[in-house]
């Protein structure tokens, strides 16, 4: 049972353009939502993470927007550059369970010239 | 800077046989995990450690066993490896707050 779902699977976007990767979540219990950027060869790291008593995070190009009645979340890129270009994991986990984290299944995102 | 290490970047077995998957963190941190990740799956956990000789079933332990025994080394064993196992094997860690750091990650073969 997938309990975090990602959307798209892989998305394309011109430089400068907005890159926005959507995931919806079905644990109400879930209290703690981050994003992990992953490079070619590389593990995971986290870019940017949101509790749900806000609507919305923002750091530098990256805004995490929560819309916790809808049981969404989404991440958006302003200003997409070609050093962007990875693929993106947004996650959820509970309080006390030791951060573990569930995952989405990914978006691979590719920034254009 | 926190930092995980995996014993290898890439891994060739032969079906049947035991494989043991090392991971080693520097932070100290309480709690460590095994993920495996597969196009268009994701990272889907495998098992987790919240203390030493403490461990938990994640999501997909058919397959695997864990061992713990010292806070700073969490290793993954697969006791009869399979075709179905190969894939990226990735090992993270984290303190008691909430982030995950990983390793680079371990590509298996089985062949």
């Known amino acids: 049972q997938q309990q975090v779902k990602q959307s798209p699977q892989s998305l394309i976007v011109q430089k400068g353009g907005i890159s926005i990767i959507n995931c919806a979540y079905e644990?109400?219990?879930?209290?703690?939502f981050p994003w992990y950027q992953q490079f070619p060869g590389k593990g995971p790291a986290l870019l940017i993470a949101?509790?749900?008593?806000?609507s919305e995070k923002k750091e530098g190009r990256f805004t995490i927007s929560f819309n916790k009645s809808a049981k969404q979340f989404s991440l958006h890129i302003m200003d997409s550059q070609p050093g962007d270009s990875a693929t993106y994991f947004c996650?959820?986990?509970?309080?006390?369970?030791?951060?573990?984290?569930?995952f989405g299944t990914g978006t691979r995102l590719q920034v254009t010239l | 800077d926190v930092k995980v290490t995996q014993s290898s970047r890439y891994l060739v077995k032969r079906t049947g046989e035991k494989v043991f998957l090392e991971c080693v963190q520097d932070?100290?941190?309480?709690?460590m995990f095994w993920y495996r990740q597969d196009p268009g799956l994701g990272l889907r956990l495998i098992y987790f450690?919240?203390?030493?000789?403490?461990?938990e079933k994640g999501d997909i332990p058919e397959g695997y066993s864990v061992s713990r025994e010292k806070k700073e080394r969490f290793s993954l064993i697969l006791e009869s490896a399979s075709t179905n196992q190969t894939s990226m094997y990735l090992c993270?860690?984290?303190?008691?707050?909430?982030?995950?750091?990983f390793g680079p990650g371990t590509r298996l073969t089985v062949l």
């Open positions: 996650a959820a986990s509970t309080a006390g369970t030791a951060s573990k984290l569930t």
């Open positions: 993270a860690s984290s303190s008691t707050a909430d982030t995950q750091y």
């Open positions: 644990n109400t219990a879930f209290d703690y």
């Open positions: 450690s919240y203390d030493v000789k403490m461990k």
């Open positions: 949101i509790r749900p008593d806000v």
């Open positions: 932070m100290d941190h309480e709690n």
